[in-house]
Each structure stands twice: as structure tokens, then as C-alpha cells.
């Protein structure tokens, strides 16, 4: 399961990844935005954080103009771990380094293929353990 969500100005963003997402055939929990009007942010960081939080397994996509609010109100919750992807390579060291549950991806600062990519990365790396647990470790829960 991947939870997703976005602000206004991740809206078209955030269907083209549902878009992608769903010819793979996963299984997509979309906490909104449902348009392009304007939106708060944080109501949907929340939703995708409290998704992931309560349930194992789940992980989550979310996008705004800069990624950087939708993150934030994200770290809030207890156990999630969100972290700022604009390229592939970050979002794998997210998931390798800092068993990042929670990607988000800045719209405005990223064309969709690269986001793609991001998300495909972070979907298929495996947090790597070791020497990264005990840092992860010291993050506050």
C-alpha cells in the first residue's frame, strides 16, 4: 500500500505518479488533494502520516510546491521518517540510509520523469541497516 497526497501545486503532479503507480498495479490510498484549487498543505501531510504511521507495511508519496511543508508537518508524527527527494539518487540513500517512510517530492523544482524515477527508487530500495540502524536509531520517534 502507498499512501499519497498533495497540496494545489502537487496536484498534477501527484495523479501522474498515481497514474504510474497504478499501471503497476499497486495499491494506492489517495488522501488528497482531489484538484488543483488552492489547499492547505499540512491536512494532507497529516492524512498520509497518520496513514503510514498506523499501519506496517504502508509507505507514502507526498508533493507540494517545494516539498518542504508537506515534510515537515510529516516529521511531526511519531515514526515517520520523511524525506526531500528531487532526484533518484536521493530518494535510494533515503530509503538505504535513513529508512525513510515517506518521500516528498517538490513540484515546481522537478520534472515528472525525475519524479518517477524518485519514486521508483524509494519503492524498491531496502533500508540497509548496520551502521545506518544506530543513526536512524537516534532520531526521536
Not at 14 to 20: G, L, N, P, T
Amino acid at each position: 500500500m502507498i499512501a499519497v497526497g498533495s497540496d494545489h501545486a502537487g496536484f498534477k503532479l501527484k495523479m501522474k505518479i498515481i497514474e504510474y503507480l497504478s499501471i503497476l498495479g499497486l495499491a494506492i490510498k489517495d488522501h488528497g488533494t482531489f484538484s488543483s484549487e488552492r489547499a492547505d498543505y499540512p491536512k494532507f501531510a497529516h492524512a498520509v502520516a497518520d496513514h503510514v504511521a498506523s499501519m506496517e507495511g504502508v509507505t507514502g508519496i507526498l508533493v507540494c510546491g517545494s516539498a518542504n511543508g508537506v515534510a515537515m508537518s510529516a516529521n511531526k508524527h511519531e515514526g515517520i521518517r520523511c524525506a526531500v527527494c528531487w532526484t533518484e539518487e536521493i530518494a535510494q540513500l533515503a530509503r538505504a540510509h535513513n529508512d525513510a517512510n515517506i518521500i516528498a517530492i517538490p513540484a515546481r523544482f522537478i520534472e515528472v520523469g525525475e519524479a518517477l524515477r524518485a519514486v521508483e527508487a524509494f519503492r524498491n530500495t531496502t533500508f540497509e541497516g548496520g551502521r545506518h540502524r544506530q543513526r536512524v536509531d537516534q532520531i526521536p520517534r
